[in-house]
């Protein structure tokens, strides 16, 4: 089966940088790659994602890149701001009706 | 409009009640997931339906029962749970044509 990796597991980062929160995956049939930003208490809430036919994707301080050869993808987020602070998972799934499978989360910590 | 809405928020029961968690979408989406959420830990999966069947099940312990009535309404039938069993249940849906996944709120559910 799939496994997905993330690193880091907690990221502090002052407000305004950049924050980069990567992950691996292991099965070449995975074809999308959705991440997640979980809240203290709440579900967690799709922000960005992006298909094995495109190589990065962008959405206003948010991007994702992805590269197929290397089986990995990225999360980008520049301006960070406190509101950021969260649980951020990446998942990897073949495609609807199959299983997502998530990496181990990383805790982002904006510091105003 | 990306809402699936989750009954109860908070659960607190004993080791032999029966109660059930109950999950809504109006999305039309006709994937829909049951997960299970320790603190700090990723979502783990425990069924899946596609288009009203059970598609997948993660060998969950028979004290956990799925019921998809229709394609808008997941439930979980709870019994005989043990303390362990305390955690975070969400329930997420899948848009049929992308394979978008969007989580509710979760339950939050304590076994005294």
């Known amino acids: 089966g799939e496994n997905v990796e993330q690193h880091p597991s907690t990221l502090s980062v002052q407000e305004g940088d950049s924050a980069v929160i990567k992950c691996t995956y292991s099965?070449?049939?995975?074809?999308?790659f959705p991440w997640y930003k979980q809240e203290l208490g709440k579900g967690p809430q799709l922000i960005i994602d992006?298909?094995?036919?495109?190589g990065e994707k962008k959405d206003q301080r948010i991007a994702v890149t992805l590269n197929k050869t290397a089986k990995h993808f990225s999360l980008h987020i520049t301006e960070t701001q406190p509101e950021d602070s969260a649980v951020y998972f990446c998942a990897a799934s073949r495609g609807t009706g199959n299983q997502f499978y998530f990496g181990t989360g990383t805790s982002l910590t904006v510091i105003p | 409009d990306t809402e699936v809405t989750q009954t109860p928020k908070h659960l607190v029961m004993g080791m032999t009640n029966k109660k059930s968690l109950k999950c809504e979408q109006h999305m039309g989406h006709r994937a829909m997931y049951w997960y299970k959420q320790k603190a700090k830990k990723p979502p783990e999966l425990m069924f899946v339906?596609?288009?009203?069947?059970?598609?997948i099940n993660e060998s969950v312990p028979s004290r956990f029962s799925p019921e998809c009535p229709n394609s808008s309404l997941l439930n979980l039938h709870l019994h005989a749970l043990q303390p362990e069993d305390s955690a975070l249940y969400l329930c997420?849906?899948?848009?049929?044509?992308?394979?978008?996944?969007?989580f509710g709120e979760g339950s939050r559910l304590t076994v005294l």
């Open positions: 339906y596609s288009y009203e069947k059970l598609s």
């Open positions: 997420a849906s899948a848009r049929s044509n992308t394979g978008e996944l969007f």
């Open positions: 992006i298909r094995s036919n495109v």
């Open positions: 099965d070449s049939a995975s074809n999308y």
